[in-house]
């Protein structure tokens, strides 16, 4: 467990002046859900999952106010055909997937962080 209240004090980290309201939706021994309500009124999904103490599966879903997805990060082994395999964005709509210049979680909440407004 000190594994994953690391990895969430690390998002409280990037994420905070811009978080109105942060909820554990599952802890366990090995992964953790986190739902994140953003100042903007969008929200974050966090799915993290690991193995021996690695991160070997995540999931960043950002959706806008009224639920509709902006954009999700994820490393689900499942879009052989993008060149950044496993990691892949959906960008829109699930259907939408391309390639993820982010790789890593704390990638993505940076970039989540550029993109809401001061």
Known sequence: MPLLQARIADIWAILADCVAELAVVRVDYHAFKLK????????LRINEQYRQGMLEQYAYYWLNPDGQLRVGWDNAPHHRDLNTFPHHRHVGSQENRVPSAESAPAEILVTIRHSLPE
């Open 36 to 43: 994140v309500i953003l100042t903007d009124g969008s929200s």
